[in-house]
């Protein structure tokens, strides 16, 4: 393409001058650092007031933490810089230019480069993201801070791209792929996304072999809009908001497609969008997924135990108790969990507020806590710990032996747990197979607390295994079944 | 009491003028008679009213119409929702409604027998011509003459067997004369002696041990009379027994002649035990099976005169089921009583006040299975019991069996009111032998919560500075998620340390904080004398520290090994791994062992912060601090070349490439300024603890009842290199030199970056001039106005102001701010300052419930109420 500055024309903006648009947090300047025959680079550069930015928002967005003062964005190519690209190319990034419209209709060769861009899934993903598309990708991860070697790198990727594209095309995978890769929270998210996405998308996302997490990423993070005060009480804690996130989902894949648990965790993870219902832990082979097999195992028992009212404790997103409800078998269901969001998100997906009364005299759903006792939890023929005592301290399981065995006493109690034996058969776990778990048992441990719990609240007790039951290494999941003596 | 034969009141035939009738202050009081029988107006005449439920009313209420008969059914559902919750609260009621109705008193007395209180009926029987003509004259009420007629019949019918419905007793009033004459009084119920102040003696069951329970009283400092028929306190306590005087022992007769004697000199209060029931079944000529050492007493007694017999059986029949004593604040029952029974009148009552909360089961030894009612216990009442044996008194939830089986060869032990001391004297010998060996209590109490403590909306009285605090049912349940899910043991978890508020905005040049606002603050609000305390930056930790597992169990319930814990401002443990918080508690009860040596306690709780702040934070450090510190340091000078590059082109780029080297620079002094409290552990290496307060040791909320200086002493001669100390000045707010020195002293500790310095009065923390007035300011309800009164806290102290320096700002404000200040300074105080004053006044409520050895629950109230107040929503850069 010569001249090499016709870029100003395709643009829209004049090399020689420093232009200035204003945002609602600061403002978006763009220049040209050089700018003849040859090459010709034009800046886009964001100055981000981060007071500005947290004030500009009202008083009705959460301004009650402490990141939003100490806050990337100023520096970052976030989904900020994505809007004012939008803004401040807007036509070039619909394709149109009137004194050079072959010129905008035509692949030109482009260089790209992104000093800061935060990049969760790292240059790896990069190149996943970038790579189909056409571009030759560099991508080199920032180290965090030189003088902490031991810290590593940061979620930042210096990212430059080469290869000959439309710019309208290079314009709008920009503006969808940046927030992509970020993948943080955005709290200024407009609500028409789906419709942006489509369009700025129309020429490549269909074919694009990443178009599940694109998708998923662009608009999955918009639940967690809303921060609840137990957020704030992460920082106080001198902890990392997402350490405090509750256990909705979790299931590490033996499939090498998935990357790690915490995908899996995404894929049930509060965006009720078009993200395929755990996908993540789909087996290889089309095999039904573990929480699938669990659940069915749990009704199992349950039927077979001839429980008619059942209590599910720490009941995440509602799934069990959504499956028994579905069964006219079960007169009574309860739901309870510690995590207010978790029970906001099982009452959306249950539909509590379109559930006909019938089946809503049925069912009953309450914030309570295994730690402390509690009679609503009392009265029903069986409870369910489904993958919840890993959860719990080990100095506090004592705590929560007593509210259910000793406290509410059901006539049975089913619990399951990961069996950590088992753990060697997946691929790519390291450590447990959830950030908050507390502990694995091997066979032989649950067992020994099995045993000690039926002895000291006299229950008797039988396991089953849940999944394939590996001769070596045994289940997945273990399950033990109490039944309460009488007498 | 209830059951008793209902005795007809009725008036002479002579008809006396004036009819007295008594009712039970504690009651529910049923008007019987026909429309037009004057019931309203009685009501009216003798009770106030709030406490006259009528009919018509609810009829009102549920129609909008007194008279719509359609509603009738819908109403009864009102009155008896309104009764049953005003019985439960205890207060005295009336039913104004026809009641002619055998099914309609029917339900009002199952509906008193549920909430345990006595039920007296009042029949005002009129001619049927006066209620007709009192319902003509009243337009509204048109139902013909064979309304009345009717009710006239069914109340006849029911007069004749009224006094079997179970009414404790049955007025009847007879004619408009004898209604109009009528007057009504209360009477106080026999479990009442709220006006009794003590200081009482309450003594465990005796079981006819005569010389050990004379041994107990003259241990006691009682005078014993000669031939033991009294004894008296000079120092005028009264003793109470908690029954279970007679059987099984060698001297029934002789224990019983003492308490009898006693007792009628008013010098002391016994309650039944269930073998006083028994014996007395038995003396009566009742059928009972004779076990359990009846057969000793009756043995005993045969040698006794007839006299002396019948005065006995007398004084036995004549014992109630339990005592309500000091103002309600202490409860004395055989074997215990539940909140809801306390000054309650029932069958069920009385067989809990006998026998206990009986599942109904029998264990391996034939003995009745009894529920542990102590352990869900939560009542504010003290309740002193007796009937099971343990080897010692233990506290439960403000309950304490003092049955210590002397009988069985174990002792006989008193609790001294209100001091709560514990006297025993040992049994001479074995005199009966068990029918099961002696155990604690079941378990333990095992420290386990209920929810009913925490949910929902909660107001919490505290002792000191802020009157009754309360906790939102939202905060509460974002507390309660981090509190089950990530907290220690609530048995360790005694304290959380509060927020603290920033001075005033500074309006000096460059700064946002400064030492000057907080020392004007203080003087202004009359304080003279400060301590300046060097603000560690680290993690905010406390410590309980026990000298050993014997305490741990002892004093703290936990009988897990561990001897302490060591944990965050959010209630967590500082490391993941078990081994290391161990390590780190045993090490730090070493170095405080002479601490509590000096304190004589044998556990203490150290306010301390834990450094470096990378030992915990090191997630946030990374995720946030250092994140934003690699993308400004990568990106920056990257734009700086940029822009360079295009005035190299001669663009004119404005002083935008100006400021975009200040923020570069900026960007480094941000990183400087986090780094630094950055340093690799390993283990416990590197590790350090900065105590600054003691919080409290045995009997002592010590963070309450001592000053400041108190406290650093006492914590300087800690030497260790785990320990590092809190450097401090003091600063005489009226000496203008001092003030400058601690200005100065402030300028040191900050120019290099650190985080600055806690000022703090140096008198003790809880009361303080202006308490009295915070009502309003610890509500908290309103979001405080612009106004300076409210911005300040409505004159309340704070305990402690941070003045943070200018350069650790940058890791608060952003790397930035120092461009920003104009905008910065605009921020509002108001919030913050109430929330430290009220979580404040609430780390104190629960240091001194703690040191007051208050059961677990009342100390986790206000720890966990700091908890849910730090989820309100407040600039968290303040």
């Given at each position: ?210 178009r599940g997490l694109i998708t998923r990423r662009y608009l999955g993070r918009r639940g967690a809009l809303t921060r609840t005060a137990f957020a704030r009480l992460a920082e106080l804690g ?250 | ?44 005449r003798h009770f106030a009213p709030t406490q006259v439920i009528s009919s018509d009313f609810c009829r009102g209420l549920v129609a909008d119409d007194e008279n719509d008969q359609a509603a009738?059914?819908?109403?009864f559902d009102v009155l008896h929702y309104i009764v049953r919750t005003r019985l439960k609260r205890g207060l005295l009621t009336v039913v104004d409604a026809t009641n002619v109705q055998w ?776």
């Open positions: 393409m010569r001249p090499a500055t016709d870029l100003g024309f395709l643009l829209h903006k004049h090399p020689d001058r420093v232009q200035e648009f204003g945002q609602s947090y600061g403002v978006a300047r763009v220049f040209y650092p050089e700018a003849d025959e040859e090459r010709c680079t034009a800046a886009l550069m964001l100055d981000v007031d981060p007071i500005r930015l947290v004030r500009s928002r009202g008083r009705s967005t959460p301004d009650y933490a402490l990141g939003q003062y100490v806050n990337d964005r100023p520096y970052a190519a976030s989904s900020l810089l994505a809007g004012a690209l939008a803004d401040v190319f807007r036509t070039a990034r619909a394709g149109r230019c009137a004194s050079r419209p072959e010129l905008a209709a035509t692949p030109i060769p482009l260089e790209i480069a992104l000093p800061a861009l935060p990049c969760r899934g790292g240059p790896e993903l990069a190149h996943r993201l970038f790579g189909p598309l056409g571009w030759e990708v560099e991508a080199r991860a920032v180290p965090l801070d030189e003088a902490f070697p031991e810290w590593g790198d940061s979620r930042y990727v210096r990212l430059a791209l080469r290869g000959r594209a439309r710019l309208a095309d290079a314009l709008n995978q920009l503006y969808v792929l940046l927030p992509v890769l970020d993948d943080a929270k955005h709290y200024w998210i407009a609500p028409d996304e789906v419709d942006k996405l489509i369009r700025a998308g129309e020429s490549w996302l269909a074919a694009h072999p990443e001198d902890d990392v908001e997402e350490d405090l996130e509750p256990p909705l989902e979790e299931e590490p894949s033996p499939s090498p497609e998935a990357d790690a648990p915490a995908e899996a965790a995404e894929a049930s993870a509060p965006g009720e969008v078009s993200a395929p219902e755990a996908e993540g832990s789909e087996g290889a082979g089309g095999k039904r997924p573990l929480n699938t097999v669990r659940r069915q195992a749990v009704l199992a028992v349950l039927d077979e135990l001839g429980a008619r009212t059942v209590i599910d404790l720490g009941c995440g997103t509602g799934q069990l108790v959504g499956a028994l409800l579905a069964d006219p078998a079960f007169t009574r269901v309860a739901g309870t969990d510690v995590s207010s969001q978790a029970l906001t998100i099982a009452a959306r997906k249950l539909k509590l507020d379109r559930m006909p009364e019938r089946q809503r005299e049925r069912l009953e759903l309450f914030q309570g806590a295994l730690t402390y006792t509690d009679d609503r939890f009392a009265g029903f023929d069986a409870a369910v710990l489904m993958e919840v005592v890993e959860h719990v301290d080990p100095p506090r399981l004592p705590a929560l032996e007593r509210v259910v065995f000793g406290a509410a006493r059901p006539g049975h109690v089913v619990v399951t747990t990961p069996n950590a034996e088992y753990n060697v058969r997946y691929e790519f776990l390291t450590g447990m197979r959830h950030p908050d778990h507390r502990f694995e048992w091997t066979r032989a441990e649950f067992a020994a607390w099995a045993a000690k719990v039926g002895e000291e609240y006299r229950y008797d007790v039988a396991f089953r295994p849940v999944g394939d039951d590996d001769p070596e290494l045994g289940p997945p999941t273990q399950m033990a079944v109490f039944t309460r003596r009488e007498g | 009491m209830a059951g008793t034969t209902a005795g007809r009141t009725e008036t002479q035939e002579g008809r006396d003028r004036m009819t007295e009738i008594a009712v039970p202050a504690m009651s529910l009081v049923v008007l019987v008679g026909v429309s037009g029988s004057g019931k309203s107006t009685f009501a009216r009738t059914s819908d109403a099914e309609a008193r029917r339900q009002l007395i199952d509906l008193a027998k549920s909430q345990d209180v006595l039920v007296d009926a009042i029949v005002l029987d009129v001619p049927e011509e006066v209620a007709a003509e009192r319902n003509a004259a009243r337009p509204d009420r048109d139902f013909g003459s064979h309304v009345i007629r009717r009710q006239r019949k069914e109340l006849k019918r029911s007069l004749g067997k009224i006094s079997r419905d179970g009414f404790r007793r049955v007025h009847v009033l007879r004619g408009v004369e004898e209604i109009e004459a009528a007057t009504v009084v209360t009477e106080k119920a026999w479990t009442d002696r709220r006006e009794l102040t003590g200081p009482f003696d309450i003594i465990g069951d005796v079981h006819g041990c005569r010389a050990e329970l004379e041994a107990l009283l003259r241990e006691l400092g009682w005078e014993i009379e000669p031939g033991g028929t009294g004894a008296s306190h000079p120092g005028g306590r009264t003793a109470v027994f908690v029954g279970d005087l007679v059987d099984r022992g060698p001297d029934t007769p002789g224990v019983l002649r003492l308490v009898m004697g006693m007792v009628a000199a008013g010098t002391a209060l016994c309650v039944s035990g269930n073998h006083e029931q028994k014996l007395a079944r038995a003396l009566n000529g009742r059928k009972v099976r004779v076990a359990h050492g009846l057969q000793e007493s009756l043995d005993q007694l045969a040698a006794e005169p007839e006299e002396f017999r019948t005065a006995a059986l007398a004084f036995m029949d004549g014992l109630i089921s339990h005592y309500q004593l000091d103002g309600g604040r202490l409860v004395v029952a055989h074997a215990g009583l539940k909140e809801a029974y306390h000054g309650r009148a029932s069958g069920r009552v009385r067989s809990f006040a006998l026998y206990g909360d009986t599942t109904g089961e029998t264990d391996e030894y034939g003995l009745p299975v009894r529920y542990p009612w102590a352990r869900e216990y939560r009542g504010r009442a003290m309740v002193v019991y007796g009937h099971t044996p343990v080897p010692e008194a233990e506290w439960i939830n403000n309950t304490i069996c003092l049955d210590t089986g002397v009988v069985f060869g174990g002792k006989l032990t008193a609790l001294r009111y209100p001091s709560r001391e514990i006297v025993s004297v040992p049994a001479e010998r074995t005199w009966y032998d068990p029918v099961r060996p002696l155990t604690a209590p079941g378990h333990r109490d095992p420290g386990v919560l209920s929810i009913d403590d925490v949910r929902g909306t909660k107001h919490i009285e505290v002792r000191h500075g802020g009157g009754r605090i309360k906790v939102r049912e939202e905060n509460a349940a974002a507390a309660l998620e981090v509190m089950s899910r990530f907290a220690v043991d609530p048995r360790w978890l005694v304290y959380l340390p509060p927020t603290m508020a920033p001075p005033e905005t500074s309006r000096r040049e460059g700064y946002l904080e400064h030492p000057a606002e907080a020392f004007a603050e203080f003087a202004e609000a009359g304080v003279t004398r400060v301590v300046c305390e060097e603000k560690h930056m680290g993690s905010r930790a406390v410590a309980v520290l026990a000298r050993d597992h014997k305490t741990a169990a002892a004093r703290f319930g936990v009988d897990d090994g561990s001897a302490g814990a060591v944990y965050t401002r959010t209630g967590r443990p500082f490391f993941a791994a078990p081994e290391l918080a161990g390590a780190l508690v045993d090490r730090l009860r070493r170095v405080c062992a002479p601490l509590m040596d000096e304190l004589d306690s044998d556990w203490l709780v150290l306010d301390c912060e834990l450094l470096p702040w990378s030992a915990k934070a090191e997630g946030l450090i990374r995720d946030q601090y250092a994140s934003v510190g690699a993308a400004a340091r990568t990106a920056l000078p990257e734009v700086v070349a940029a822009l360079e590059a295009a005035a190299g082109r001669g663009v004119d780029v404005g002083d935008v490439l100006d400021r975009a080297r200040l923020r570069s620079l900026n960007a480094s002094r941000f990183r400087d300024a986090y780094a630094r409290y950055c340093r690799p552990v390993s283990g416990l290496d590197g590790v350090s603890l900065a105590p600054f307060q003691i919080l409290a040791c045995e009997g002592r909320a010590t963070a309450v009842t001592e000053p400041h200086p108190w406290h650093l002493d006492l914590l300087s001669r800690l030497d260790d290199p785990l320990i590092t100390p809190t450097r401090h000045v003091y600063a005489d707010l009226d000496s203008p030199e001092s003030v400058r020195a601690a200005t100065a002293w402030w300028e040191s500790l900050t120019v290099a970056g650190g985080e600055g310095m806690v000022v703090k009065p140096v008198t003790v923390a809880g009361e303080r001039p202006g308490t009295a007035e915070g009502g309003a300011a610890a509500d908290g309800e309103t979001e405080p106005s612009g106004s300076e009164a409210s911005r300040r806290g409505l004159g309340r102290v704070q305990p402690g102001i941070k003045v943070r320096g200018r350069e650790y700002l940058r890791i608060i404000y952003g790397p930035d701010y120092t461009e920003s200040l104009d905008v910065l300074r605009n921020r509002f105080l108001g919030r913050k300052r109430s929330l430290a004053l009220r979580e404040h006044a609430l780390g104190l409520e629960a240091l001194s419930r703690l040191a007051d050895g208050e059961p677990l629950w009342r100390v986790h109230e206000p720890v966990f109420a700091v908890l849910a107040l730090e989820s309100e929503p407040v600039d968290p850069r303040l």
